[in-house]
């Protein structure tokens, strides 16, 4: 079983920057994609990013491109999200997500563990 921890969320303005973490523990996080999915009140989970297990390939959602990145430290067993020149329209809990196998998927279906979430919150 992984548990997913993620951290870093909070208020910030727009245009400003925040690291989100996502600690997997039980079992090391090598063997999974990892990906970040954000949902905002009333909407659906959306992806956000995903970077696969072993080539470390990472893919975005069109409305990120450019500001976010996602990477992985497999000896910190820890996955991040980079976000700069955040908009207030990125204003979503965000929910770090593990797949088994390791591939690139986009659906939120694909994903076997996910973390509690972490709010984002962008002011204008």
């Known amino acids: 079983q992984v548990q997913l921890v993620a951290s870093g969320g909070g208020l910030v303005q727009a245009g400003d920057s925040l690291r989100l973490s996502c600690a997997p523990s039980?079992?090391?996080?090598?063997?999974?994609?990892m990906a970040w999915f954000r949902q905002a009140p009333g909407k659906e989970r959306e992806f956000v990013a995903a970077i696969t297990r072993s080539t470390g390939n990472t893919y975005y959602a069109d409305s990120v491109k450019g500001r976010f990145t996602i990477s992985r430290d497999n000896a910190k067993n820890t996955v991040y999200l980079q976000m700069n020149s955040l908009k207030p329209e990125d204003t979503a809990a965000y929910y770090c997500a593990a797949r088994e196998g390791g591939s690139y998927y986009k659906g939120w279906d694909g994903y076997d563990y996910w973390g509690q979430g972490t709010q984002v919150t962008v002011s204008s």
């Open positions: 039980g079992r090391t996080f090598r063997s999974y994609a």
